[in-house]
């Protein structure tokens, strides 16, 4: 199961309607969009994050696989274009409180990747149409479309109490975002458990800088965080490093990265009396075997703080 994200405009109303997202496949010029060809690796069960106008208006859920097909609509003038685009089937749940994204940016800016982001950094909508959304980012979308809703719900029932009047209909919206949010967590839950215990065998359960063997000490750090990850980088063992608690944070947050060889290369930012307290030396190198090459180098052009 994965997650998109789709900025629709003035076409949110009929698509939401008909149930639908649909790209063409190529632009008038003829050329493809990556944002529009995404569509096609939406499958059924697969969860939609729905942007309009700076708010998310609504989450859906895929009916069955993206196919080709025109695309619908409410206007039977409209010309229907010569080609088939990408259509998906989808089920809408509109929100009864809309999310704004400027408004939580504190939360989200974290989360986004740093190729394909639905999102600039001032939270304003990317130009394209659909958007890979990271488990990660889907949980919090998630949790913070709950927060403003559960709000909401909680307002109305105190009404119902004091108008004497039992409701019958029981909100759907809630119990379909938690369903939505265990599914995703699940995914999360099963790739950072593989993930470890891969690395506590590829590493014979040690940090790789300091030998540190404290289970309970060690971390299998990414190097191409879960964001920027494709599903195959998630559970790759070889995207990834075995760090006790400190050295670990040293390399998420870019202070220490590795070259192709493996040499260590430690931050302007940290000084020489950081290096006795983290019990760094600048000839350390690490026993990086050669798949690991492109994801070390990632990380150094990517996070190191040099
Ligand atoms: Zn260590």
């Known amino acids: 199961m994965k997650s998109f994200l789709v900025m629709q405009g003035h076409t949110y109303v009929e698509e939401k309607e008909l149930g639908f997202i649909w790209a063409a496949k ?48 409410n206007d039977e003038q409209v010309e229907q274009l010569d080609e088939k685009g990408y259509y998906v089937e989808l ?20 989360l986004l990747p740093i190729k394909y982001s639905p999102f600039q950094m001032n939270g304003h909508g990317n130009q394209g149409y ?11 979308l998630l949790g913070l479309i709950a927060d403003v809703n559960i709000t909401e719900v909680e307002d109305e029932q105190l009404e119902f109490a004091m108008s004497a009047v039992v409701p019958v209909e029981r909100n759907v919206l809630l119990p379909f975002l938690n369903t939505a949010e265990s599914r995703v967590r699940t995914k999360i839950r099963n790739s950072e458990q593989k993930f470890r215990k891969d690395l506590m065998r590829l590493w014979a359960s040690q940090c790789v800088l300091c030998g540190i063997d404290l289970p309970e000490l060690l971390k ?14 998630k559970i790759d063992p070889y995207n990834g490093l075995l760090l006790c608690a400190n050295h670990a944070a040293l390399y998420e947050e870019g202070f220490i990265a590795f070259d192709g060889q493996g040499r260590l290369h430690i931050s302007p930012q940290l000084s020489d009396a950081h290096y006795e307290k983290y019990d760094l030396h600048r000839k350390m190198k690490i026993a990086r075997q050669e798949n690991h090459k492109h994801y070390l180098k990632w990380h150094k052009r ?5």
């Open 130 to 140: 659909l958007y890979p959304c990271n488990e990660k980012l889907a949980v919090k």
């Open 220 to 233: 299998a750090i990414r190097s191409k965080p879960w964001k920027d990850s494709s599903d195959l980088d």
């Open 26 to 73: 190529k632009d008038r010029s003829g050329m493809p969009s990556h944002s529009w060809e995404r569509l096609s690796e939406v499958k059924k069960g697969d969860l939609v994050f729905h942007y309009v106008n700076g708010r998310i208006l609504a989450v859906s859920v895929a009916k069955a696989n993206c196919k080709m097909a025109d695309r619908p609509s």
């Open 302 to 306: 990517h996070l190191f703080k040099s």
């Open 91 to 110: 089920e809408y749940h509109e929100l009864d409180v809309p999310l704004p994204i400027q408004s939580h940016l504190d939360a989200i800016l974290p």
